[in-house]
């Protein structure tokens, strides 16, 4: 696989860049990454005023009969910690550091499991933080210029594979399966999904979603609550920048930082991308614009099931693995499938 840098973001105080690994066609899981999608044009149809589509289904039939391209796609993009003195030279060492042989060839292998999300969170933990600096009161326009000026130079790094590791599922379980559905919601829409509310109060560290679309696009996501004014008024938590990313298969985000209490639903925003979903399931919401985050906003309600979602660990959150007791703080960083029997 090679990896790549996306553009830096500030996020609860500290400064993070994003590392984007992407399947060569050599590797296994090429094929899921080389994705069909339809060409982004502009939907001729009816708006309101305010820019939102008149009619959602007009839409999907619209956008299915668009003409299709094939793209490379990334598999995993991961977020990191860096201090503002950052180097070309620190940030390679680190990587080295963190995408060891092994670790590339558990991603591969758990990026492709119905579980992989919780598979990603666990491997990654501990791996996204090269600094702790608090960049309160800093310039953030011109800081992040400053870093990706510093780190312009970078060159792509091809990543060995070594053997497979054992990990753990974390134990936060909030949204649906990122899968392609068949339907779409426009892009430029905050949508929030009921159908699955967080199951206990943890930090949602990884994210997948499915969208579709030949372009790249940015967006936000977040955790929802009912607002004060109560009914379909909804409160946004807590929430991060998701960076960019491409339509046409799964996404991987990990390295992020969203508190979840238990009850609440995920939601996200998607600029330019068209998100999956299916017309069933439980009632969620929507709204025209960035609504991550919000206080008490109203939104609309419509029967969905969104391809979005998350997990995370809780803190003394404790489980058992072949018969064997694990803590929320213990791991098998370093350990093979072959090192550990009954499995």
């Not at 590791?165 to 134990?171: G, R």
């Not at 943890?202 to 009912?226: M, P, R």
């Not at 998701?242 to 339509?247: K, P």
């Amino acid at each position: 696989m090679k990896l790549t840098l996306s553009k830096p973001h500030i996020h609860k105080k500290k400064l993070k860049i994003e590392l984007v690994l992407t399947p060569e066609p050599t590797d296994p899981i090429y094929p899921l990454y080389y994705a069909s999608v339809p060409v982004k044009t502009t939907y001729p149809g009816k708006r309101n005023p305010n820019g939102s589509v008149v009619s959602l289904i007009d839409y999907n039939v619209w956008k299915k009969s668009l003409p299709r391209i094939w793209q490379h796609n990334p598999c995993l993009y991961t977020f990191v910690t860096i201090p503002s003195n950052i180097t070309w030279k620190m940030l390679r060492d680190y990587i080295g550091d963190i995408f060891t042989p092994n670790t590339v060839a558990t991603i591969e292998n758990s990026i492709v499991q119905s579980n992989s999300a919780d598979l990603i969170a666990v491997l990654m933990d501990k791996k996204t933080l090269l600094g702790f600096e608090d960049v309160t009161g800093a310039d953030e326009v011109a800081l992040q210029a400053e870093i990706t000026r510093k780190l312009k130079n970078f060159k792509t790094i091809t990543l060995e594979k070594g053997d497979t590791e054992i990990v753990i599922p974390q134990s936060l379980d909030v949204g649906s399966a990122a899968i392609d559905r068949g339907d779409v919601f426009p892009n430029n829409y905050t949508i929030v999904e009921a159908a699955n509310p967080a199951n206990e109060s943890a930090a949602c560290t990884t994210i997948e979603l499915w969208s579709q679309d030949n372009e790249s696009t940015n967006g936000d996501a977040g955790s929802f609550n009912v607002g004060g004014s109560g009914g379909d008024t909804l409160d946004c938590a807590d929430s991060e920048s998701l960076g960019t990313w491409s339509g046409g298969s799964k996404v991987t985000k990990s390295g992020l930082d969203i508190d979840f209490a238990s009850g609440e639903w995920i939601g996200i925003f998607a600029t330019d991308a068209d998100m999956e979903l299916e017309w069933s399931g439980e009632n969620g919401w929507y709204d025209w614009g960035d609504e991550i985050p919000c206080t008490d906003n109203l939104f609309d309600r419509t029967t969905l099931t969104l391809s979005c979602y998350g997990t995370g660990a809780a803190a003394g959150w404790g489980g058992e693995y072949c018969g064997v007791s694990i803590d929320a703080t213990d791991g098998f960083d370093g350990v093979t499938a072959d090192e550990i029997t009954g499995v």
